[in-house]
């Protein structure tokens, strides 16, 4: 069969290299794609918000499965343009997308359905936020309702800072209309753990848990940023945890969008803390986590083709997943400056030193090609991964493993995964 692939970045090429590995699959396309992904897949300049012309390529080429990966492009119902044109997607349509797509929708969800997470209020005016904000507690938590790359978040340590936080959100527009409704928050405290899940709009399936390092620089300091590293699984996310997010965290989820008439299907994750009185959600994402994926499909058994189709023809019921026994680790290589501003165009050397090697992964993120060299062209350039028996000996083989790529402006964190090292 035939795969289309709607993205460019390191989470597209890990969702391409497993879909590589199905012996269904005779050949895969991908829009827009990197120089990484183009190794696996024909790439095809098309932006992922242009739906009239990935609808028309999707056709033309007889797609017979398209993967729409990032949020934008689902929260404005891309696969409800291409169903509507007779083409099967995975992912979830716009009615069930606004789970990521409005923080104000997700928050009232599980309200009504009784899922933990922080106490809230969602707010439309900023003179209301600000009258709630005089009796509240400190720190306290702004969000931004619609999506805004995931840095509309702010959490703030006084009244005075959390007055300044609802007018840049609200009356500057910080995040543009993202900001015209937005929740206020209580702040909670904890381990935090990315959990992802196939879902067919009844069945859920959960896959391995993952940690995310968002911070720009290490010891979690600086800017948040789309994620700099990932490790799976997360030693944090034990047996306990799970039973009680299995009983009231996911099923509940997926019933709740249901009970809406907004059947959910494709990938729900579910951003948790791991607090004193329990896992709360932190927040729902619509897709895969980009590094998550990296380091959780890396290690996925299933043909994802299978496991994809179930989830849009609604027979999950009839798929166990399977994850290796054994650890991955993800360290992002970005460009100096991220997530504010940097350069672009450098030649990224060293690549090939990943070829042939098992359990080593260079999943580009911001790359392309230029005068027949790779060139980097993003804030997030690679996600260098690695496999090992454990977490401790997978971290160590992915930084090995940063040190045999270079290329001028060359980042990353140093400290992915230490909290491995508190277990
Ligand atoms: P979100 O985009 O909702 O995941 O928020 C981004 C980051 O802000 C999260 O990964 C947390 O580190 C932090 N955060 C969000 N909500 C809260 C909260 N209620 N309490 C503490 N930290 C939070
Ligand atoms: N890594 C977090 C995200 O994909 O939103």
């Known amino acids: 069969m035939k795969v289309l692939i709607v993205g460019s970045g390191g989470r597209e090429h890990a969702i391409a290299t497993c879909v590589a590995k199905s012996k269904r699959v005779s050949k895969i396309y991908c829009t827009p794609g990197n120089a990484g992904i183009a190794a696996l897949a024909e790439c095809e300049p098309i932006g992922v918000m242009d739906f009239d012309k990935i609808v028309a390529f999707a056709k033309e080429k007889e797609i017979d499965l398209t993967i729409v990966a990032p949020d934008d492009p689902l929260v404005a119902g891309l696969v409800d343009a291409l169903e509507a044109a007779g083409l099967k997607a995975f992912g979830p349509n716009k009615a069930a997308a606004i789970l990521e797509g409005s923080k104000a929708f997700s928050k009232d969800l599980m309200k009504k359905y009784n899922i933990p997470t922080a106490k809230y209020e969602n707010f439309t005016d900023a003179d209301a936020a600000i009258e709630y904000l005089k009796n509240s507690k400190f ?213 090939e030193k990943f070829d042939g090697k098992d359990d080593y992964y260079c999943f580009h993120a911001g790359s392309k090609f230029a005068d027949g060299k790779v060139v980097t062209n993003g804030g997030r350039v690679l996600g260098v991964t690695a496999k090992g028996a454990t977490l401790k000996e997978a971290r160590q083989k992915a930084y090995d493993a940063t040190e045999w790529i270079d290329f001028d402006n060359k980042y990353m964190r140093h400290d992915i995964g230490k909290a491995i090292d508190e277990t």
Not at 186 to 207: A, H, N, P, W, Y
Not at 260 to 268: D, M, Q, S, Y
Not at 312 to 337: K, P, R
């Open 139 to 351: 720190p306290i938590v702004l969000k931004a309702d619609g999506l805004a790359l995931g840095k509309g978040v702010l959490i703030c340590n006084s009244y005075e800072e959390a007055v300044d936080g609802v007018k840049e959100i609200m009356l500057d527009k910080k995040f543009g209309t993202a900001g015209n409704c937005m929740v206020i928050e209580e702040f909670m405290t904890g381990r935090e753990v990315s959990v992802l899940t196939f879902v067919d709009g009844k069945t859920i399936r959960v896959m391995t848990s993952a940690q995310d390092h968002k911070r720009a620089k290490d010891g979690d300091q600086g800017l948040n940023t789309g994620g700099m590293g990932t490790f799976s699984p997360s030693p944090f996310y034990t047996e306990e945890v799970d039973e009680y997010c299995r009983k009231y965290i996911y099923q509940a989820t997926v019933d709740a969008m249901r009970a809406e008439g907004r059947e959910f299907k494709g990938v729900i994750f579910f951003g948790l803390m791991l607090t004193p009185d329990g896992p709360r959600v932190l927040e729902y994402n619509a897709r895969f986590g980009d590094p998550e994926a990296q380091v959780v499909l890396s290690r996925m058994k299933n043909d994802i083709i299978d496991v994809m189709e179930a989830c849009v023809d609604q027979t999950l019921d009839q798929i166990e997943l399977e994850f290796e026994d054994n650890a991955a680790v993800c360290v992002i290589l970005a460009s100096d400056g991220y997530p504010l501003s940097y350069e672009k165009g450098f030649e990224i050397k060293g690549l």
